[in-house]
């Protein structure tokens, strides 16, 4: 692998994790290019274990995107649907042990970065709300 493909890789991985663009049509064209350039890249690997590894780091770099509130939601989602596509890969690549908590752990990030946002704060808005329209006795 020469040394201008591990560059161009990890700058490609650094647009994807830092988010690149401004949620035009062009994100998920790096998105769709970090990955196949990570499965690639791991399947230039003849050791099953660096295969793996570089599944997962593709995997986990888009984890790490998906739940980084500086990004735009559109962004985030959209790795989020990459993650779902890495589902039955990961299935092959662990143990079913390892791919149920993998999975959990999947879903529960994304139920608190997406699903719960508008909830978790709901309350503490409300009670400062409250707070606010109590006046003060002398």
Request: overall charge positive; hydrophobic content about 30%.
């Amino acid at each position: 692998m020469s040394l201008d493909y591990c560059f161009t890789f990890s700058a490609v991985e650094i647009s994807v994790r830092y988010g690149d663009g401004d949620c035009n049509t062009r994100d998920g064209d790096i998105i769709n290019c970090y990955v196949h350039m990570g499965l690639a890249r791991a399947k230039s690997h003849s050791c099953i274990a660096a295969v793996q590894h570089g599944h997962m780091r593709v995997i986990n770099t888009l984890i790490d995107a998906m739940c980084d509130h500086c990004l735009s939601s559109v962004w985030r989602q959209q790795c989020y649907r990459y993650i779902k596509r890495f589902l039955p890969l990961l299935y092959e690549m662990l143990d079913p042990q390892q791919y149920q908590q993998k999975v959990q752990e999947i879903q529960t990030l994304h139920t608190y970065y997406f699903e719960d946002n508008h909830s978790k704060y709901q309350p503490t808005c409300t009670k400062q709300s409250r707070q606010l329209s109590v006046k003060k006795r002398p």
